[in-house]
């Protein structure tokens, strides 16, 4: 894939005439949302390692492999993870680091400092936080929202994935203390009696991830990959791996895994952002949270439509081909489209309607008296990718 020489469009123009296109036509069409494999790569990365494997089906289906060289960064860089993570990541992987928090006893320059090593040592996609609680008070929920701030100041693109392992509650989500929850990591046999906590349903699957270990058999593997579905889970890992370490290999069905998420996936259409298998404002919303984010490095989740690594003009055309119909004639026309006050106010009320209120990776853009029309222009938001995949 071609992730250079990003031509970009302006976006305030096509925004607003795509937003007044938006407004006008209801239509969406509605197919099955997206998974993502979420590979816990607790294995050393070598000839014949996993990660080659890994590398391998990275084309094939989205994943994102949470590398962890030691509990942690581990106290010097490695090469073997640096060309590691490197091939997977120009394969088309995404690599997270691992780091634990104690439930919120770890002390909170232990945690940061080990985030800024990743910072250093490798180029990488955002951090996973692990043993992460599940209740208040608000001053656990701070330890947790210092650890999602830290590690945005790396990169505002990073992705922070907390790991409660089971059901967690909603101020998690919000505060935020991370862009992913990862609130199911059991065993097979416990998956199917599994039930979602209720506040999940409101929010984009790409909010949750489930793990199963110790699900020996790759027919109930296809059958646990439909519950993820059901259950609002966009991120899943099957193993049959087991205790006391079932993330130390990969699955022997792994490219039965890799195959089945792949044909869940082939029907998503590329305007589907938050592939939730619908195109439609949300999927607008999230285009308009990074256009100005992304010259490169971006995926369909960040609103890169045609697979250039850009998020830009080019995108949003295709999402309005998939999304509506043509807009009517005259509204195409600048002097058609509405100021931006105006258009701030219908879009606030459009937003009472929907379901889903918060979508985006990188900043959630939720109905809010404070919605904002466009990125603000200041060097923080504005700010290019650091690094080039
Ligand atoms: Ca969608
Ligand atoms: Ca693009």
């Not at 607790?42 to 492999?65: K, L």
């Not at 701030?149 to 505060?175: C, S």
Request: hydrophobic letters at 40%; proline letters at 8%.
């Amino acid at each position: 894939m071609n992730r250079s020489s990003a031509h970009h469009l302006p976006p305030a123009k096509y925004l607003l005439l795509w937003l007044a296109t938006a407004l006008l036509s209801a239509a969406s069409s509605s197919q099955a949302p997206a998974l993502e494999i979420v590979v816990p790569a607790y294995f050393y990365p070598g000839r014949n390692s996993p990660w080659v494997e890994m590398t391998a089906a990275a084309d094939d289906a989205p994943i994102t492999a949470i590398m962890n060289p030691g509990n942690g960064p581990g106290n010097v860089p490695d090469n073997n993870y640096v060309s590691a993570v490197n091939a997977f990541r120009a394969a088309g992987g995404r690599v997270i680091g691992y780091v634990y928090s104690s439930y919120g006893n770890r002390p909170l320059a232990e945690v940061t400092a080990d985030i800024d090593r990743y910072a250093a040592w490798y180029a990488i996609d955002g951090i996973f936080v692990d043993e992460m609680a599940n209740t208040g008070p608000a001053e656990r929920l701070n330890y947790y929202k210092s650890i999602y701030d830290h590690a945005k100041t790396k990169d505002p693109k990073w992705e922070v994935m907390g790991n409660p392992g089971t059901h967690t509650i909603e101020a998690y989500a919000d505060w935020p203390t991370a862009d992913r929850l990862m609130v199911f990591e059991n065993t097979g046999a416990q998956s199917p009696p599994y039930v979602p906590s209720p506040w999940t349903a409101n929010y984009d699957s790409d909010r949750f991830v489930h793990l199963v270990h110790t699900e020996p058999s790759a027919e109930n593997m296809a059958a646990a990959l439909d519950l993820a579905l059901q259950r609002n889970a966009g991120g899943i890992y099957i193993t049959d791996d087991v205790m006391n370490n079932p993330w130390d290999r990969l699955p022997t069905y792994w490219q039965a895994e890799v195959a089945a998420v792949a044909a869940i996936n082939s029907t998503i259409q590329s305007a589907d952002f938050n592939e939730d298998g619908q195109v439609d404002f949300d999927d607008l919303s999230r285009w308009q949270s990074n256009v100005a984010l992304f010259a490169a490095g971006a995926f369909r989740r960040h609103g890169d439509a045609n697979g250039d690594g850009a998020v830009d003009g080019a995108d949003l055309l295709l999402w309005q081909q998939q999304a509506t119909s043509q807009p009517p004639v005259g509204v195409a026309s600048p002097a058609a489209i509405p100021e931006p006050a105006s258009l701030s106010l219908v879009l606030a009320g459009a937003c009472f309607s929907r379901r889903r209120l918060i979508g985006s990776l990188t900043r959630p853009y939720a109905c809010r008296p404070h919605l904002r029309i466009f990125p603000p222009a200041s060097p923080s938001s504005r700010k290019r990718i650091s690094h080039e995949r």
